[in-house]
């Protein structure tokens, strides 16, 4: 079955410091890859999205992923967090037309 | 662009009565909407899927009949929780999309806090 796994629950980094958001994903064929975030009580915003080329790929806010298909991974990355970063992320992955996201990452980001 | 939008964002209710909650793409016509579930510090759940003019499909272990899913236009579908119980409390996000191949994403709504007690 096609999944996507986000190992770690809540990571905490200090204001300024860099984050890493790891996603693996579980699909026969590479599936478009998908960064979500969600604020607390809102819907979600799409950070980037992965379909096909570049596997660097640049989102909104400063954030970035790469696809690695040898690790099935697509891990989301920022250089330098700000406090307003402090979210709930989601990775994703869409197979035929249905998205599946994964478990989630809380982010809090302390000063 | 693409935006898109949730009616109510939050809504209180009896146990026992039924609440319509309604999704619509703004600036864009919707091909396909998504219906989701979200409990407290946990994923999104997909319930259905619907096309306009066209039944939704259910995912597995959703009762249809409970959570009904009307996609009346290419801008507008509504999900109606009937007989809703404590354990239909949620929040629900709809999400529309202009086509389901090729490179279409999600356009999410902000999502619906519903409270049954």
């Known amino acids: 079955a096609q999944s996507v796994t986000q190992p770690d629950i809540h990571i905490t980094v200090s204001e300024g410091a860099s984050l890493e958001l790891r996603c693996n994903y579980s699909y026969g064929a590479t599936p478009y890859l998908f960064w979500y975030v969600q604020s607390p009580g809102q819907g979600l915003q799409l950070l980037l999205k992965y379909f096909s080329g570049d596997t660097l790929v640049q989102g909104i806010k400063g954030f970035e992923a790469e696809f690695k298909r040898s690790q099935s991974s697509f891990n989301l990355r920022k250089p330098s967090v700000h406090w307003s970063d402090a979210a709930e992320y989601f990775c994703?992955?869409?197979?035929?037309?249905?998205?599946?996201f994964g478990a989630g990452t809380t982010v809090t980001v302390r000063a | 662009g693409a935006v898109v939008s949730q009616h109510p964002s939050r809504v209180i209710c009896k146990s026992g009565t039924s609440v319509k909650i309604e999704c619509r793409s703004l600036?864009?016509?919707?091909?396909?909407m998504f219906w989701y579930r979200q409990f407290p510090k946990q994923s999104l759940m997909l319930m259905a899927t619907s096309n306009e003019g066209s039944k939704a499909t259910y995912e597995q272990g959703v009762e249809k009949d409970k959570f009904l899913i009307n996609h009346a236009s290419l801008t507008l579908s509504t999900l109606t929780v009937t007989s809703a119980h404590p354990e239909d409390s949620s929040f629900y996000i709809c999400s529309a999309s202009p086509g389901t191949g090729g490179n279409y994403e999600q356009y999410f709504g902000p999502g619906t806090r519903l409270t049954v007690t």
């Open positions: 994703a992955g869409r197979y035929d037309y249905k998205l599946s």
């Open positions: 600036d864009f016509q919707a091909t396909t």
